[in-house]
């Protein structure tokens, strides 16, 4: 069994979220496949569906970047996202995320 570390001011974020039968586990990155995201990044965010793992890209289907997310909390428990920009396939190289939250919702397809 691996063990993903997270902040405590994230998990702060995300403990009232999760029930129990929603929590997940992952032994590694091909767990995440056919599943949503929502990635923060150093330098910026995306959603969307990780369709396969190549090394350490994840290759994204129905990504988006978000380029304003709005209320965090928000956004996680809602899906409303201020500004967003649909881009179809992505590869994300996931040393670069800083966190990395299951998407609930439909991914965004509509720019605003």
């Known amino acids: 069994m691996k063990t993903l570390n997270i902040s405590d001011e994230t998990y702060e974020l995300i403990k009232g979220q999760l029930k129990q039968d929603e929590i997940f586990d992952l032994s590694g990155l091909a767990d995440m496949v056919g599943k949503a995201y929502f990635f923060r990044t150093v330098t910026y965010h995306l959603t969307g569906r990780v369709k396969r793992v190549i090394g350490n890209f994840l290759i994204l289907e129905d990504a988006a970047w978000i380029a304003d997310s709005g ?19 992505a590869m994300l190289n996931i040393t670069t995320c800083t966190d990395i939250f299951p998407w609930k919702h439909a991914l965004p397809t509509e720019q605003k």
Do not use: H, M, Q, Y
């Open 71 to 89: 209320r965090f909390s928000d956004a996680i428990k809602t899906g409303k996202l201020n500004e967003v920009e649909p881009v179809g396939d």
